[in-house]
């Protein structure tokens, strides 16, 4: 064996937020062995951040809802192009899923008769989100967290895998480091699952932290897993932009759910100017009806500000384009208003909303219940991801599973607000249960000396170097090119302008110099780091330039409408032989005649 | 724009010392800010701890001008800049390097407390129902960001470091969330007055005065939970009854 601190599990789940969480409980309930790696300390991942609540169609607060309103809710916000397979799995056993967390110790806030409570998002039907003020998240990730340390889970704190294992084609295990002393590890598994998160670091206004370089998607990647849907990245509409230290810190599409509504600096409530198609049937079209809408009046239709986040953060961007944004190059989001219809206003969104609140007065100086928030949108969420089999979560390596934000399928071009959390929580038990039944089925696989040696050497010539650039300013000019290039609103020109600068950024990186020792050193961390962000930008910017139309979080300005043949195939990213990244395009699969039928019913 | 002179502990366990930085300031910095900043700049291996930026994962915690503090909610304009900021890591726990040390103690005492233990369901498909009175009044313990600040400036901890004997304010505030958790029917007062040392707790408050998320954990958590161990041990009517009890059921 090698010189390295070597650890050996049936299943090695990477990533230890909502996804990684579930699915180590799930794996270690079905009697196998299980080590759990986290990139920071635990409970401290981006699950922690959700604020808005969690998706599943329980029907407590409006009874017209079930999982088939949930389902076709999530392809239409998902624009057609989801794996309906997932969506379908996912709408009908979120609400099991949110049950069990509450019968592990989860607080929902409730209704009057005592049940979980569930509030209004962008996209959803019915109020559907169940959930705690607007900390969700920390809810959710503490009740995992506290289960999951009592489910002889062994836990790797600030540990960072940076390649994955191989026996042939299968995977059997990871190669990382711990930040502390900068000590490599060796981990032997008989099933990997990912559950790293997003990859939101590649650009420069983000709501994600540190961790989210790709880190997952990037690792399948080269392992040989292929890629999908790599084009749909979701910038939330609503991000903190004033003061500029706080510019990409998000503020949950909660504040519209509870009445919030988005103003140019006319003072004009401009999304009632471009309605879809898709959801002209359900969304109201005056104020007075959509403040019907978020008092619970069931026969009032939703207000615009509740559409979906691409829509919403579409709008925005026209807005400030054309001249009508606020001071700081934002809009105005005004939670205030709803002074003029109750008599406890203050109150009531010092309740509803407390970390807003809280946020807004310390960092900002904004009293949020006397004046509007300025904000814009902020590089969110990654629908794009590994390939996963819907059933098992399996990637099309065997042994190597996703869940959470790394697979994809679930959310097509768009993701609904909640479907996250609910996703995290389906999908990560999937994996956990199928990662232990394939760890059951087949036994250890070989680990490969070489792959060790090779993928230590190259985590340590970063310090061998004595020219080239800092990392950090290698992961600047990134963040800045990705956000300029490829961002919200994209073009051809633009785009064949990025795959040169990566190509020229992949240079830098890969003489990038790091300064002192390999003990807790941020700035190696950060080299190593880039080579996922590259990864994971050259595959968004390659889908994005393949996708010639619009359609969900993709918006091409020189396509700028929606192009029915396109509507008709996911694009799949691989590693070719000669460790080129291809591109092809793939039927959507066939939708089960049923739920064909369903779709057409809920139009 | 004005500029902010810092001094920041570099080191290890074995030797550290403080570094010198100037930095611009612009509107709305916090001090995470002026720290990445310096890390990017000048000190690219400044280790530091950080992750959301914005009050939620509590992973930030640092000695500010001798402050426990978030540095990610610690605003440059609260600070007066004519004299150096001084930046330190959290000084009750064992130093790695530079602000980051190792808490790994609070994630073993965490282990030891009795997980949550709920009552039966209520309803025949296996729920639950509460009322949304009962739930508000263990929210306030169930927002805490385990940022360890409560930890750091506890005397007991920081001074006596009875880390063997007394598990901190952070799991007093954890214990009362599930003692008062509204289906939770454990009881955990025997290890309270035993092994997690709640008797050492002399109520000085330091843990309420730093905590980032406003919990008052003294008032709400800690002396709660010493009341409800001095009724199980000390009440002389409830010992005399617990006797006869306990007689009786042999």
């Known amino acids: 064996m090698n010189a390295y601190d070597t650890y050996n599990y049936d299943v090695l789940v990477i990533g230890a937020g909502g996804a990684g969480l579930r699915a180590a409980i799930e794996a270690s309930a079905h009697g196998v062995t299980v080590g759990l790696v986290c990139k920071s300390l635990l409970g401290k991942a981006h699950t922690v951040m959700a604020e808005g609540g969690i998706a599943a169609a329980m029907a407590n607060v409006d009874d017209r809802d079930s999982w088939k309103v949930h389902f076709t809710d999530t392809l239409r916000g998902g624009q057609y192009l989801n794996n309906w397979r997932m969506a379908e799995l996912h709408a009908k056993e979120a609400p099991d899923c949110v049950r069990e967390l509450e019968s592990w110790g989860a607080l929902f806030d409730r209704t009057k008769d005592g049940k979980i409570l569930q509030r209004n998002f962008g996209g959803h039907k019915y109020p559907r989100l169940a959930h705690v003020g607007d900390r969700t998240g920390l809810e959710m990730i503490r009740t995992l967290q506290d289960h999951g340390i009592h489910q002889g889970v062994e836990v790797h704190m600030e540990c960072t895998v940076i390649t994955l294992l191989k026996d042939g084609e299968r995977i059997v295990g990871a190669f990382g480091y711990e930040r502390e002393r900068g000590r490599f590890k060796t981990f032997q598994a008989k099933a990997v699952i990912l559950a790293t998160g997003g990859v939101g670091r590649a650009y420069k206004i983000t709501s994600n932290s540190w961790e989210y370089t790709g880190d997952g998607h990037s690792l399948a990647y080269h392992a040989g897993a292929e890629l999908i849907d790599m084009e749909f990245l979701q910038f939330h509409p609503t991000g903190m932009i004033w003061p500029p230290s706080v510019s990409g810190i998000l503020v949950t599409e909660g504040v519209r759910g509870e009445g919030g509504i988005l103003l140019n600096k006319n003072g004009e409530r401009f999304m009632f100017n471009n309605i879809p198609d898709l959801y002209k049937n359900q969304t109201s079209d005056n104020e007075e009806e959509g403040w019907r809408y978020i008092q619970g009046d069931k026969n009032a239709k939703r207000p615009p500000e509740l559409l979906t986040r691409d829509h919403v953060a579409r709008c925005i961007v026209r807005e400030i384009k054309e001249g009508r944004g606020s001071p700081h190059g934002g809009v105005y989001l005004d939670i205030s208003w709803i002074k003029k219809k109750i008599s406890n206003s203050e109150e009531h969104i010092r309740k509803k909303l407390p970390g807003m609140y809280h946020m807004f007065k310390k960092l900002a100086d904004i009293d949020i219940t006397k004046e509007p928030m300025e904000i814009g949108p902020t590089t969110h969420y990654m629908m794009g991801g590994i390939r996963v089999d819907p059933d098992t979560q399996m990637s099309t390596m065997p042994g190597l599973f996703a869940a959470g934000e790394c697979g994809a399928g679930l959310h097509g071009a768009n993701r609904l607000g909640g479907n996250s959390l609910s996703d995290l929580l389906v999908f990560g038990k999937r994996a956990g249960e199928y990662a232990a039944k394939f760890a059951k089925e087949y036994g250890d696989g070989t680990i490969d000396e070489k792959q060790i040696t090779d993928a230590a050497k190259w985590a340590l010539e970063p310090f061998e170097r004595d020219k080239g650039d800092s990392p950090y300013d290698i992961q600047f000019a990134l963040q800045e090119m990705m956000q300029q290039l490829v961002g919200i609103v994209r073009n051809e020109t633009e785009m064949l302008r990025a795959k040169e600068h990566l190509g020229l950024m992949s240079q830098r990186a890969a003489n990038a110099r790091v300064v002192g020792n390999r003990e807790f050193n941020p700035g190696w961390h950060t080299a190593l780091d880039l080579f996922n962000m590259l990864t994971i930008s050259e595959a968004i910017t390659m889908a994005a330039l393949e996708r010639k139309e619009s359609r969900g979080a993709h918006f091409r300005e020189d396509y700028p409408d929606k192009d029915p043949q396109s509507g008709k195939f996911n694009l799949v990213i691989k590693k070719d032989a000669d460790g080129k990244m291809i591109i092809r395009q793939e039927p959507i699969p066939e939708i089960r005649e049923e739920l064909k039928q369903l779709i057409e019913e809920m139009k | ?250």
């Open chain 2, 1 to 250: 724009m004005p500029t902010a002179t810092f001094e920041i502990l570099r080191g290890d366990a074995n030797e550290g010392k403080f570094e010198t930085y100037t930095l611009e300031i612009s509107e709305g910095m916090v001090v995470l800010d002026a720290i990445l900043l310096i890390q990017a700049k000048y000190a690219n291996d400044l280790a530091v701890r950080w992750n959301c930026k914005a009050g939620h994962c509590g992973s930030c915690s640092a000695e500010v001008n001798g402050v426990p503090k978030l540095m990610c909610m610690c605003r440059m304009s609260d600070i007066k800049l004519d004299k150096p900021i001084l930046v330190q890591p959290m000084k009750a726990f064992p130093l790695i390097k530079d602000l980051v040390t190792d808490v790994s103690w609070n994630f073993e005492v965490k282990k030891k407390i009795k997980k949550f233990k709920p009552r039966p369901p209520d309803a025949a498909d296996g729920t639950w129902r509460m009322a949304q009175e009962d739930i508000d009044r263990v929210q306030e313990f169930r927002k805490c960001i385990e940022c360890f600040l409560c930890q750091d400036v506890c005397h007991v901890i920081r001074e006596h470091q009875l880390q063997d004997k007394f598990i901190g304010p952070r799991y007093f505030v954890h214990i009362a969330g599930l003692e008062m958790h509204p289906l939770d029917v454990e009881d955990r007062r025997e290890d309270l007055k035993k092994t997690d040392g709640i008797g050492f707790c002399n109520i000085t408050k330091c843990c309420t005065n730093v905590c980032p998320q406003e919990i008052t954990i003294t008032d709400n958590a800690i002396i709660p939970l010493k009341e409800r161990v001095a009724d199980k041990f000390y009440d002389p009517v409830k010992r005399l009854f617990a006797k006869f009890r306990s007689k009786k059921e042999q």
